[in-house]
């Protein structure tokens, strides 16, 4: 297992510099399949990202300043310029001698030394399980070295067996938290938090499921990239297996709520040019406006806000292109009030002015 992530040739030349680096912590009688699942998660989830930035249409214009890692939502017809890349994934494997550490299925894996990351740590840090837990578990020296790794990690996941190595190596900050055993429900899992200084890891100890692995990295994915790009790496690694793993991770519909978020979106969509309130959205969804909030910006990627803002500016592109109407007249027409206010929108999504934009959109049609 290395480093995965989609050909630096397909993506912006400063992706790979983005690259939160996600660890698997490996051991002499470790789980391969374990350890193998989680790697494939996000070697999908980095495949699916540069599927995704190679099929968006090249920008005609300098980028806004959007906020980085947040994919704009995809409209039909609408395509004024790319969404940001989401931050890539690099895959490290650690141990705690480095060099070759033989699985349970006696295939051997090249590992990193634990020691090399421990004034940096990790985005995530997973432990996967295994008959040689064990060892670490009980290795003292070990477990003050995977200590100081866990300091600087933002989140640590266990899954069985691997769960014992976390506990020993976070007794104090797990003093009078209770863990759940292994034969705890499916979706049951127990968080802990340490803190040092800035640094704060969640640790969640999994159980020991077949699914247990893809569900912890896909949950990760989750956090980072939404719901939608988890269901798709679920998808597609096993047809179906969503509706086992959506279960876990929280994210399964009951009774329709993916479809009236998509009902939701559509209606902005349709009525973009009248005032729209979030309440309003959300009474279009049949939902409170806090479940709404929360569901919307977990399926679409972006708050119903961002979305409305991102609808209307593609729509004004269109118009400033298609027709010549005045940039008063094109700003009221897509909700947004004013000339001015179009203006201001222009310069701090897109760097330019609508005039300007008009210009070189025809200009580069010609």
């Known amino acids: 297992m290395s480093s995965v992530r989609p050909s630096a040739a397909l993506l912006p030349l400063d992706w790979a510099h983005m690259a939160k680096r996600i660890a698997i912590l490996i051991f002499d009688g470790f789980s391969l399949y374990e350890a193998s699942s989680i790697a494939e998660v996000f070697r999908l989830a980095d495949e699916i990202e540069g599927e995704r930035l190679r099929a968006e249409p090249a920008p005609t214009q300098q980028r806004g300043t959007s906020q980085p890692g947040v994919p704009a939502p995809h409209v039909p017809g609408l395509s004024v310029r790319p969404p940001e890349p989401a931050e890539p994934y690099a895959l490290v494997v650690v141990s705690g001698t480095g060099g070759s550490i033989a699985s349970s299925a006696t295939m051997r894996v090249w590992s990193e030394n634990l020691d090399t990351y421990a004034a940096t740590g990790f985005h995530a840090l997973f432990v996967p399980g295994g008959s040689g837990a064990a060892g670490p578990a009980a290795d003292e020296s070990f477990l003050r070295r995977l200590h100081a790794v866990i300091q600087h990690t933002r989140i640590v996941k266990a899954i069985g067996e691997g769960s014992a190595i976390v506990v020993a190596a976070t007794a104090k900050e797990r003093a009078g938290a209770a863990v759940r055993p292994a034969a705890a429900p499916l979706a049951a899992t127990s968080a802990t938090t340490a803190a040092h200084g800035e640094h704060t890891a969640a640790i969640d100890v999994a159980i020991d499921d077949p699914l247990g692995?893809?569900?912890?990295?896909?949950?990760?994915?989750?956090?980072?990239?939404?719901?939608?790009?988890?269901?798709?790496?679920?998808?597609?690694?096993?047809?179906?297996?969503?509706?086992?793993?959506?279960?876990?991770?929280?994210?399964?519909?009951?009774?329709?709520?993916?479809?009236?978020?998509?009902?939701?979106?559509?209606?902005?969509?349709?009525?973009?040019?009248?005032?729209?309130?979030?309440?309003?959205?959300?009474?279009?969804?049949?939902?409170?406006?806090?479940?709404?909030?929360?569901?919307?910006?977990?399926?679409?990627?972006?708050?119903?806000?961002?979305?409305?803002?991102?609808?209307?500016?593609?729509?004004s592109c269109r118009l400033l292109v298609a027709t010549d109407l005045p940039v008063d007249k094109i700003a009221r027409r897509c909700g947004i009030g004013s000339g001015d206010g179009l203006a201001k929108m222009f310069r701090k999504r897109l760097s330019i002015s609508p005039t300007e934009y008009r210009i070189a959109e025809r200009r580069r049609s010609q």
Not at 259 to 284: C, F, G, H, L
């Open 213 to 315: 692995a893809i569900a912890a990295a896909l949950s990760i994915v989750k956090r980072d990239r939404g719901a939608q790009a988890a269901r798709e790496i679920a998808d597609r690694s096993a047809p179906g297996a969503w509706r086992r793993l959506g279960a876990v991770l929280g994210e399964l519909d009951d009774e329709g709520t993916h479809q009236k978020i998509d009902t939701a979106a559509r209606w902005m969509r349709e009525n973009y040019a009248q005032p729209i309130s979030v309440a309003k959205a959300a009474e279009v969804a049949a939902m409170s406006e806090r479940s709404f909030l929360r569901r919307f910006k977990s399926q679409i990627g972006v708050t119903p806000s961002e979305y409305l803002l991102r609808t209307r500016l593609d729509a």
